[in-house]
């Protein structure tokens, strides 16, 4: 799979392709949009990541352009600019997803993966970690013979959990990829949801058992990678 990204800010970009690389996508770059207008017609891609703020052209007028030119390429938006506005505007222009920055490269992997398997018509239902198995279509888990139907708060918690097993997420990540609000240093509402998923699947005869949900002591938690 062939990633453009358009984005003039060094460090991001750095950081962006360092992180599309280490999940097996080939690379290629623009600094400014007028490059990356050039390089979205006459390049083949699977997908464009697409600043807005870009200069030469911005990023709503490439993308506007690159539509009349019938360039259905598959598009994720990564900007600065979050209003709901802004977001309405890139999605009527055709934009597949955006995510606001500040972001997280884990979850930006996660959305490149989501697009590009809708687009091929091959969207997993179930997210499997060890003996734990999470439906995406009816958002129940299984583990160890109970079967569990979670809230969206809780299915979102534990898919984000399972998407990346052993990775450590703090408490403001999940907070912000699930509730969408900012760290507040008091609050316990993801410990609350996580004990929450914990009883659903360890009621009944598994009492005992040890669900893979594991804390991180004054850092967030992780799902184990099971065998």
Excluded at 148 to 160: D, I
Excluded at 197 to 203: A, D, E, P, S, V
């Amino acid at each position: 799979m062939k990633v453009l990204l358009i984005e003039d800010d060094a460090q991001i970009s750095a950081l962006v392709m360092n992180a599309l690389q280490q999940a097996g996508y080939d690379v290629d770059h623009a600094d400014n949009g007028i490059k990356g207008l050039e390089k979205s017609v006459t390049g083949v891609y699977d997908l464009l990541v697409l600043d807005l703020m870009l200069p030469g052209l911005d990023g709503l007028a490439l993308l506007e352009r690159l539509r009349q030119l019938s360039q259905s390429i598959p598009t994720l938006i990564l900007s600065a600019k979050g209003d709901l506005n802004d977001r309405l505007l890139g999605f009527e222009l055709g934009a597949d997803d955006y995510m606001p920055k500040p972001f997280y490269v884990e979850e930006l992997i996660a959305r490149v993966r989501a697009i590009l398997a809708r687009r091929e018509g091959v969207i997993d239902q179930s997210l499997v970690v060890g003996d734990l198995r999470l439906d995406r279509v009816s958002r129940q888990a299984h583990w160890q013979g109970v079967n569990a139907t979670l809230s969206q708060r809780e299915f979102s918690v534990l898919e984000l959990l399972m998407r990346s097993p052993g990775h450590i997420f703090s408490r403001k990540q999940i907070l912000l990829h699930v509730w969408e609000i900012n760290f507040d240093p008091n609050t316990n509402v993801v410990d609350v949801c996580i004990q929450r998923i914990k009883r659903k699947l360890t009621r009944s005869n598994q009492a005992n058992a040890e669900l893979p949900i594991e804390s991180v002591r004054g850092v967030g938690y992780r799902m184990s990678k099971g065998d």
